[in-house]
């Protein structure tokens, strides 16, 4: 999964969709939650230009959400500079709610762009606008926008950010799938259908995405939506075995932690050993097991042992 994510980000493979399964306490969320600030901290540092990137939590679990997180990916100032530098509409959209609009918005500058730039952001997330609103832009629409219709306008505008080179990449980070599973069936279904619609629209050009979730929602879920599941390639998440698994994913933690204090103190002592030791790990990584009785550790309970041996030692 990481290989194909640096692949589409340096433009050299398509998007894909990876389904990342586990049980609780596997350290879904954590990964997903390192992707994006790895991204965050590319994108900021000037590594990585013109990607868009969200975290999608499971508070956000409905089709409408969906479409407006996406927007909200691609961000304000990103519409913005695409209202001030487009000089006509895409011909496939002439006729259109979408092409009206933005016969409208071009050529738009400053705070008047940035309001059209919000206007779009609630509509093609469905929230609810206005009559008069509506009418300005030429939306002759008078329902809040379906799911299905929001996504292709979104490929659309993607589509018109790319030629602007203002954003090419879209990576979407989905947690909590088996939360679709507590929806109603009628909304769980039309969350399914706008996912699948979502990928189906950008058929892997410039979109990647990774859904977070327990093995039993992805089973449920998609064989309610074989044709969604046909699209995902799964993989999963392991408990924690051996004590190298144990010391590797400390060591990874505490890297990144000690890299973490030093950017935010701008300093540049290293030490020579982490703590805890490899050692101390072991013997954590032993009582888990013992008081277990089991022959595997969650990466959550190691990690809950390391932060209160460390809550230990600073008391």
């Given at each position: 999964m990481q290989v194909s994510l640096l692949g589409f980000l340096r433009g050299e493979s398509a998007g894909r969709m990876w389904a990342l399964a586990g049980q609780p306490g596997f350290g879904k969320s954590n990964f997903l939650r390192h992707v994006e600030h790895e991204?965050?901290?590319?994108?900021?540092?000037?590594?990585?230009?013109?990607?868009?990137?969200?975290y999608i939590p499971s508070q956000q679990v409905s089709p409408r959400f969906l479409a407006q997180e996406v927007v909200q990916a691609v961000g304000e100032d990103a519409l913005v500079a695409l209202f001030e530098r487009l000089?006509?509409?895409?011909?496939?959209?002439?006729?259109?709610?979408?092409?009206?609009?933005?016969?409208?918005?071009?050529?738009?500058v400053g705070e008047t762009a940035r309001e059209h730039a919000r206007f779009v952001a609630r509509w093609l997330g469905g929230h609810q606008t206005y009559a008069d609103e509506r009418r300005?832009?030429?939306?002759?629409?008078?329902?809040?926008?379906?799911?299905?219709?929001?996504?292709?306008?979104?490929r659309v505008l993607?589509?018109?950010?790319?030629?602007?080179?203002?954003v090419d990449k879209l990576v979407l980070l989905?947690?909590?799938?088996?939360?679709?599973?507590?929806l109603r069936k009628d909304i769980?279904?039309?969350?399914?259908?706008?996912?699948k619609g979502l990928?189906?629209?950008?058929?892997?050009?410039?979109?990647?995405?990774?859904?977070?979730?327990?093995?039993?929602?992805?089973?449920?879920?998609?064989a309610r939506i074989p044709s969604l599941q046909s699209r995902w390639t799964q993989v999963r998440l392991q408990p924690l075995k051996t004590t190298d698994e144990a010391i590797a994913l400390a060591s990874a933690y505490k890297t990144r932690a000690h890299e973490r204090f030093r950017e935010a103190n701008h300093s540049r002592f290293l030490a020579s050993e982490l703590q805890p030791s490899d050692n101390d790990v072991k013997v954590l990584f032993a009582e888990q097991l013992a008081g277990k009785r089991?022959?595997?550790?969650?990466?959550?309970?190691?990690?809950?042992?390391?932060?209160e041996w460390v809550e230990q030692q600073v008391s």
């Open positions: 991204l965050q901290g590319l994108v900021s540092s000037g590594s990585l230009e013109k990607v868009a990137y969200r000089q006509r509409p895409p011909t496939a959209v002439e006729g259109t709610d979408l092409g009206r609009f933005l016969v409208k918005v071009i050529g738009s300005s832009y030429g939306i002759n629409a008078k329902q809040r926008l379906a799911p299905a219709v929001g996504v292709a306008y979104l993607m589509d018109l950010l790319a030629e602007q080179r203002i989905l947690d909590e799938f088996e939360d679709v599973q507590a769980q279904s039309e969350y399914l259908m706008a996912l990928v189906n629209a950008f058929n892997w050009e410039r979109l990647f995405v990774v859904v977070a979730g327990q093995e039993a929602a992805f089973t449920t879920l998609g089991r022959v595997e550790v969650t990466p959550r309970e190691l990690l809950h042992s390391l932060y």
